[in-house]
């Protein structure tokens, strides 16, 4: 019996494909990088066909590498970066614009118009969303702006619009499946998470045709077929990036939370199937389940988190590696009073600001590249923080602990300093790859690889609990040093 699960997890700098066995062991890892495009100050963009030609040839390569046949993958799971809009002409497959990605901001001006609009309120009541450049539905408005006769061809279904996990699975079925999963649409800001429907009113507001949107399907379940070597394989599973990596920690139960710490960090919060409306800045987003019944999170996200790191490595040349930054923030013992906003493309959770621009401050004549590396570092738990107490505010429930997952979870100073910073003993999993664990999860339980939720609790194991070591009094002035300094680069580039 075919008994491999295949996860590919398209993430924002990197096509990732992981196999697993049924014991969630991983047994080989095959990724590779693709370009990121920046055609202009606040813009970021991806070619969507290197997308896809990069995360198809980094699975059909570990096939290779592993002698693995095909007949031996029970089914593949998909995880995906979010948000991220990719427009396509049906009938030749191509694109019609780059992939605008999560992370650019050229739409904020839409954002603002819908705002001035009176559409604020609709938009948190029906999506459980913020208004924000960080979703689909202005990107999409955006391209159909902007591409002359898109939105005619889109109108008679000749464009289709998909984020990452869409494309991907219409890829890979030879465009038999246009759909995507409860938990990608609910990022588009313009899906009602309580109708489990497509929003007319901001469909109208944004003058997006319904005909080029996927339909909506459970996030675990088959999708469709992709043929590989003559052999059919299910598709079986489909996740965005965070919510896969909620369920891939196993936080099941409403309270359970995790948080991601990778290009961006993002914390998710388990609320069961009642949504829970944020006073505090966060948003409300569907969960993935194991079955049709619907679950909801709360999320806050920062977005740039590890980003940092890489922008430290690649233009400022401080370091030839990433993991570089652990060792040379223990080099100094304390931040010598420099803190670094990295509000690059604006400030998430909980402060919304899309016109927030990184800062650096506190330097002095003595500040040296480590007082910088390990104030990037202190950055990344700051934010989480303002997530977590957001959180807490919220639901009046005091996280015990919280786990950790994400590339940059690896780093053991900036785990330890995010539980002396938080007060609380930070928990990270053996397997780090909740991600990919996430989408195998959902892809297994459809196919019948794993029986239900009991047993794949009984796989997920810990490795490291980091327990707080820190002054309480120490944590309150380095965090009011931390909130000054956020202050300084809020609204900054809303008059330039």
């Not at 009176?118 to 208004?131: S, V, Y």
Request: hydrophobic residues 40%; glycine residues 10%; proline residues 4%.
């Amino acid at each position: 019996m075919a008994s491999y699960i295949l996860a590919l997890d398209q993430g924002t700098t990197s096509s990732r494909v992981l196999l697993f066995d049924e014991e969630q062991n991983i047994l080989a890892v095959n990724q590779r990088e693709f370009s990121q495009i920046y055609p202009h100050e606040g813009w970021v963009e991806h070619d969507a066909m290197e997308i896809w030609s990069s995360q198809y040839g980094v699975m059909v390569e570990l096939l290779a590498q592993t002698g693995i046949s095909p007949k031996e993958i029970a089914a593949i799971g998909i995880t995906n970066q979010r948000e991220t809009t990719i427009l396509w002409d049906k009938s030749t497959g191509r694109p019609i614009y780059n992939a605008i990605v999560w992370q650019c901001r050229r739409t904020a001006p839409l954002v603002d118009r819908l705002v001035a609009d009176g559409m604020e309120e609709h938009i948190r009541q029906a999506t459980g969303l913020l208004p924000d450049a960080y979703f689909s539905g202005t990107k999409i408005k955006w391209i159909l702006d902007h591409v002359e006769g898109a939105r005619d061809k889109a109108k008679r279904g000749e464009i289709l619009f998909g984020t990452v996990d869409t494309w991907l699975l219409w890829k890979l079925t030879n465009g038999k499946v246009h759909a995507t999963d409860y938990t990608n649409a609910s990022r588009t800001m313009l899906y009602d998470i309580h109708k489990l429907d497509w929003d007319d009113e901001l469909l109208e507001a944004l003058d997006i045709p319904r005909a080029m949107l996927p339909e909506v399907r459970p996030s675990c379940g088959i999708f469709g077929y992709t043929e590989l070597q003559g052999v059919q394989i299910p598709i079986a599973g489909i996740a965005g990036d965070q919510q896969a990596a909620l369920f891939g920690q196993t936080c099941f139960a409403p309270g359970d939370a995790k948080n991601t710490y990778g290009t961006g960090c993002f914390l998710l919060m388990n609320t069961g199937e009642t949504p829970f409306a944020s006073k505090n800045g966060l948003l409300t987003t569907i969960a993935a389940s194991p079955d049709s019944r619907v679950r909801y999170a709360l999320e806050g996200s920062v977005f740039v988190g590890g980003a940092v790191i890489q922008w430290l490595r690649d233009e400022l040349r401080f370091f030839p590696d990433s993991r570089d930054a652990e060792y040379y923030a223990q080099k100094v013992k304390d931040n010598g009073g420099v803190y670094l906003v990295p509000a690059f493309t604006g400030l998430g959770a909980p402060y919304w600001d899309m016109y927030a621009r990184g800062c650096l401050v506190g330097i002095t004549r003595g500040t040296k590249r480590e007082h910088i590396v390990r104030a990037a570092q202190e950055s990344i738990a700051y934010g989480v923080w303002d997530l977590v107490h957001a959180m807490e505010a919220d639901t009046g429930l005091p996280l015990s602990s919280l786990k950790a997952d994400g590339g940059a979870s690896r780093d053991h100073f900036l785990m330890q300093f995010q539980a002396d910073i938080l007060n609380k003993p930070v928990r990270r999993p053996a397997i780090r790859e909740t991600t990919g664990l996430g989408a195998a999860y959902l892809a297994g339980l459809a196919v019948g690889v794993w029986k239900d939720l009991r047993e794949i609790e009984g796989l997920w194991k810990c490795d490291t609990v980091f327990t707080p070591n820190m002054d309480p009094a120490e944590a309150e002035h380095l965090l009011k040093g931390w909130h000054r300094a956020v202050g300084r680069s809020l609204g900054w580039a809303k008059d330039l």
